[in-house]
């Protein structure tokens, strides 16, 4: 099994900056090499693809809406994945969950194998 737990987020004014963490544990994110993302919710709305990173760092792709404001990163020694948010709009507000999946990364939730609990992120002056 895989476990993710999320920290980071919590109340930012527009245009500052925060940054999340999600640290991976288990027997199976211990044996195999697992690409991890970063999705996000906003009240009513579906979850949606943020970012991902593949387990070597040779594969990162981000949602256009945040391309060029948010910055994803892992550390394999530590098992932590991070997600810099920087520029934030108060359209980046929603639930971040972090996830983990065997092999390549992909956009679509449904792809992903590991899901952590989620941490909330509201951008709001």
């Known amino acids: 099994q895989v476990q993710l737990v999320e920290s980071g987020g919590g109340l930012v004014q527009p245009g500052r900056s925060t940054r999340l963490f999600c640290v991976a544990s288990?027997?199976?994110?211990?044996?195999?090499?697992?690409?991890m993302g970063w999705f996000r919710q906003a009240p009513g709305k579906e979850r949606e693809f943020v970012a991902l990173?593949?387990?070597?760092?040779?594969?990162?792709n981000y949602a256009d809406s945040v391309k060029g404001r948010f910055t994803i990163s892992r550390d394999n020694a530590k098992n932590t994945v991070y997600l810099q948010m920087n520029s934030l709009k108060p359209e980046d507000t929603g639930v971040y969950y972090c996830?983990?999946?065997?092999?390549?990364?992909?956009?679509?939730?449904?792809?992903?194998?590991?899901w952590g609990q989620g941490t909330q992120v509201t951008v709001s002056s």
């Open positions: 990173i593949t387990w070597n760092g040779d594969k990162i």
């Open positions: 288990g027997r199976t994110f211990s044996r195999y090499t697992m690409a």
């Open positions: 996830a983990a999946k065997v092999g390549d990364g992909s956009s679509s939730a449904g792809d992903w194998n590991y």
